[in-house]
């Protein structure tokens, strides 16, 4: 059983294999509090961790300090207004304009398995993998109730969080603030925080501080996750490293507006917190209305970042991802958008499509330019039309033609968009998220669909349905190329433009889901300008996403590292590209490139028909590394070894299968160093005890020196050069 209820304490205990997270009652009036969430212990009564009875914040018997005691309080969904004075999770407002309320515990249920959270992605678990506690609240003066929802998973350390507010009192009011999850820490000792920023084409870098006083956050308001800050947060022990110390991670299913936050109190204790952003959102529940805030997935690892993340690879992997290619091996493919960008034709296309099955590439993707007059990305959006001029005899010829040559066929769309030079806008003008007295402020010369309304959603969708069934397509590339602005929805009431947000994120997850339904057999890849969705959110729907737009070799070795913090190699759409690179103009390896993607989903995205035969024989190589290797990288462990954002110079990431029997290493050097001896790496995640042979030399060592000895890596030349390094073994 992996959540009980303990009568005596009053206590709820959430057990995975290695932590517990435990709920408390106070006794009066029935706040609900986190006792602890840490290192698995027993079934004991730890409300004493509750300060309770600790004067002066005796609740019950010290009526004069409710303050005192409100503002001290572990609680599970802080309140605004009432005297707890950090950042609260929960804030209506009333028709009469006030906003004091507290939630206090009313009755629970445990249930086994976990529920499906209605219109949004979640984690899923059935009767023998996860038990879910729903603790109901209400508010005592108001009427109205929440449903605080907890998974425990059995077979991984997490626990996910969901919050649903039901208005069963006879009054509207406005929900100002949901945040989805809250966790107390006790100071002791200090503790850093982990937040991932950057820009286009340099996404999630790691950014790891001492929480100061006060409040220290990463949010978006873009109306998607983001490329300059990420749905992630880890908090850790200020000594805590890749393999050592005491690490909470917060990752939010969601890829609208989030807030991740930290507060330090006066007490040194933190509030960390994870939900929907609350700047721009308001959302009005008439009597009866529901409203569901989206899941925060959490993980305590007392043995470093490193086994944080592997939490989230694998209940991201069995948990959370979907759909026919879930386990599978992808196939490889070949993009054409920094091969021709908007340059292209059915002959291109093809010579690029022939070239690729000579080297055993497995799918031609087909990006933007394809539709309408769109001939650069000023125009067109909306009109999801195939260009008859540019691919005579539609995608029915051009599919079939590459079918023939023996490789799958995929197309890139843009759903969410309209140009407003496009023939949809011209008709619908209304189309667009815009406010009445201003003229929308432009982003890649495009809008945004009002997706918050299902005719807009019905009428693109049947566009690119009708597409799809055209022909045979086997893989979608969904993308999204600029942020939200000019809030607005002609179709929402003046006190409803807060939802506009949520309700359009909501409108993407439901055309998606159609999407999945409709063609099972269809591959989704999420994309946003590059990585600005990459988030479990968009994972629920595409078993993999578009990591960056920037595929160099050595900018990827940040980008990749900051999304193995918390997402599994097996989604990082990683390509291999030309030099100079499109992105920073740098020149490396041809080899090291491949390495990189090989550490990712792996495909090309270049033009082939351009390459030396010396490349297309490598190309043929990289093929044959990625059809013996994949099974590995797809469902192996991750293990962060060296980084070359600390080191500065050096790069060690491996994967070692759940067995250890078998693991490969790719080993980066950024700067070649003059008159200088081999370099010592060493790997991690071995059997100590295991013998491993080192692939292509004579060594054959155990785990343990292989770990802690360490391994001479030789024979580097050149700058960006890299090392493959598989171990095998006995
Ligand atoms: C975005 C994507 C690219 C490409 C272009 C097409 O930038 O990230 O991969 O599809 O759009 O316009």
């Known amino acids: 059983m992996s959540v009980k209820y303990i009568e005596s304490s009053r206590t709820f205990k959430l057990d995975t294999p290695n932590t517990t997270y435990m709920i408390g009652l106070a006794d009066e009036p029935g706040y609900i509090g986190q006792v602890y969430y840490g290192k698995r212990v027993n079934d004991e009564d730890l409300n004493y961790l509750m300060r309770t009875n600790e004067a002066p914040f005796i609740p019950s018997k010290n009526a004069r300090e409710k303050c005192s005691f409100l503002d001290t309080y572990p609680f599970e969904m802080p309140c605004a207004w009432g005297g707890d004075y950090r950042d609260p999770a929960f804030e209506i407002r009333t028709v009469s304009g006030h906003s004091t309320c507290e939630l206090v515990y009313e009755s629970h249920e445990i249930i086994k398995g976990k529920k499906k959270l209605s219109g949004l992605p979640a984690t899923f678990a059935d009767e023998s993998e996860a038990e879910t506690l729903e603790i109901k609240c209400v508010e005592p003066d108001l009427g109205f109730h929440v449903i605080l929802s907890y998974t425990a998973f059995s077979d991984v350390d997490i626990i996910t969080k969901s919050v649903r507010v039901i208005n069963d ?98 007490f040194d204790t933190i509030r960390a917190m994870m939900g929907i952003n609350p700047y721009g959102f308001c959302f009005k529940l008439l009597p009866g209305d529901e409203f569901t805030a989206p899941e925060v997935v959490m993980t305590f690892s007392s043995k470093g ?19 026919e290619y879930k386990d599978k091996k992808r196939p490889i493919l070949i993009n054409n958008w920094e091969a021709t960008y908007f340059d292209f034709n059915t002959e291109k296309l093809l010579d690029i499509a022939r070239c690729a099955a000579v080297c055993g590439i497995e799918m031609l993707v087909m990006d933007d330019g394809w539709f309408g007059k769109r001939s650069s990305d000023n125009c067109a959006l909306g009109d999801w039309f195939v260009n008859e001029e540019k691919l005579p005899g539609g995608l029915k010829y051009l599919a079939g033609e590459v079918n023939k040559l023996g490789l799958k066929f995929g197309i ?180 090291t490139r491949g390495y990189v993607a090989l550490a990712g989903t792996f495909g090309y995205e270049l033009d082939i028909t351009k390459l030396s035969d010396e490349e297309r024989e490598m190309i043929k190589g990289q093929i044959a590394d990625y059809h013996r290797y994949n099974d590995l990288i797809r469902e192996g462990d991750l293990y962060r070894c060296e980084s070359y954002r600390e080191n500065h110079n050096y790069n060690l990431t491996g994967v070692v299968s759940k067995d250890k029997k078998e693991a490969l290493f790719t080993f980066v050097r950024v700067m070649g160093i003059p008159n200088s001896h081999s370099r010592r790496i060493y790997f991690r995640g071995l059997d100590e005890n295991m013998m491993y042979k080192v692939e292509g030399t004579e060594y054959y060592l155990s785990g343990a020196a292989l770990m802690y000895a360490g391994f001479n890596v030789t024979g580097l030349w050149g700058d960006f050069n890299s090392r493959l390094i598989h171990l095998i073994g006995e």
């Open 305 to 323: 970042l490193g086994q944080m993340s592997r939490n989230f690879h694998d209940v991201y992997r069995k948990h959370l991802i979907r759909g």
């Open 169 to 266: 009192s006879a009054d509207t009011f406005y929900l100002e603030r949901i945040i989805s999850a809250v966790l107390n820490i006790e100071d002791t000792p200090a503790y850093d925080m982990i937040t991932m920023h950057g820009s286009w084409a340099r996404e999630r870098h790691i950014c790891r501080r001492e929480i100061p006083y006060g409040r220290s956050s990463s949010s978006s308001t873009r109306g998607e996750s983001g490329h300059q800050d990420h749905p992630f947060l880890a908090v850790l022990e200020h000594t805590a490293t890749e393999d050592s110390g005491n690490v909470y991670g917060m990752s939010f299913v969601y890829s609208g507006n989030f807030l991740a936050q930290c507060e330090r109190n006066q």
């Open 412 to 591: 890139w769309v843009e759903p969410e968009m309209i140009s407003p030079d496009s023939d949809l806008y011209r008709a619908h003008p209304d189309w667009a998220i815009k406010v009445p007295y201003k003229t929308p402020a432009m982003s890649r010369e495009q809008y945004v669909l009002d997706f918050s309304r299902k005719e807009i959603r019905d009428c693109i969708y049947e566009r690119i349905s009708a597409i799809l069934k055209s022909a045979n397509i086997e893989y979608v590339k969904w993308d999204m190329n600029r942020q939200l602005a000019d809030i607005g929805s002609i179709c929402l009431d003046s006190d409803r433009q807060g939802e506009l947000f949520h309700r359009y994120c909501l409108g993407v997850y439901e055309m998606q889901e159609r999407l999945i339904n409709d063609f099972p057999h269809i591959m989704l890849e999420n994309c946003s300008g590059g990585g600005a969705r990459f988030d479990a959110g968009m994972l629920y729907y595409s078993p993999q996403i578009w990591c960056s737009d920037d595929t160099d070799a050595i900018e990827r070795l940040t980008i990749q590292e900051g999304t193995s913090l918390c997402y599994p190699v097996s989604c990082m759409g990683a390509h291999v590209s030309v030099c100079p690179n499109h992105s920073v103009g740098r020149n490396t390896p041809f080899e």
